[in-house]
């Protein structure tokens, strides 16, 4: 599929490319001037040093890699927490860097079962099936405790009330059945596809959402 990309496939050259890497630069620049937001700055500057040593050094790196990707949604989350002025709750920052592990990690394991070799990605070298599925094992626990924390905590409740519990089983649901389809279905390459054309996960996706909505505007209507 990657070489069918513009790029890669021949359609676009690499002067054009190069060009329009130019502009979209620009057009960068001229909005974060725009904006004259000093954080927001940062954020993205540091968020286009990380893609960049990403795509030079880390993405051969097994951890690393998956870090890297983990971190660059955490930036993404930072860059538009701070252009609205708000401030971030440490339990949004802590599920959000370990879904993206989650995600990142099975990707991975996507591609061990496909069995690309390190020509393909050379971090793969550094994994092997047990240790990735091992890792989403961990990383799935840390994430549900991480969730049941904040749910059944002060905060929370305080905020939300306490019928926020009810969110969890469409969550742990949610994480039951993404990791059937990528341990025993072998099928987690593109999370966007999967939610895309699995019942089960918008089924969890839209109970969330919705039993999330009753919760903040129910006793308002």
């Known amino acids: 599929k990657k070489a069918q990309r513009p790029l890669a496939s021949g359609r676009v050259t690499k002067p054009q490319a190069a060009i329009l890497a130019g502009c979209i630069a620009g057009l960068l620049i ?72 989650f995600i990142a990690t099975a990707k991975r394991y996507d591609d061990i079962v496909k069995e690309y070799d390190q020509d393909y990605r050379q971090s793969l070298r550094g994994y092997s099936k047990d240790f990735l599925r091992a890792l989403m094992h961990i990383l799935c626990g840390a994430l549900l405790a991480a969730y049941f924390t904040y749910i059944a905590g002060e905060q929370a409740n305080a905020r939300y009330s306490d019928e926020v519990l009810l969110t969890a089983p469409f969550v742990v649901l949610g994480l039951m059945r993404y990791l059937q389809l990528t341990q025993v279905e072998e099928n987690s390459g593109s999370p966007t596809e999967l939610l895309w054309r699995d019942r089960f996960l918008q089924i969890c996706v839209l109970g969330w959402v919705v039993v999330f909505g009753w919760i903040l505007y129910g006793a308002s209507i």
């Open 30 to 101: 001229g909005l974060l001037c725009w904006l004259d937001h000093a954080a927001y700055t940062i954020c993205i500057l540091i968020y286009l040093a990380l893609n960049i040593f990403y795509c030079l050094v880390l993405r051969n790196h097994a951890i690393l890699d998956i870090a890297s990707i983990s971190a660059s949604f955490l930036l993404r989350l930072y860059a538009g927490i701070v252009i609205i002025g708000a401030h971030p709750s440490p339990w949004i920052v802590i599920m959000t860097g370990l879904l993206a592990l």
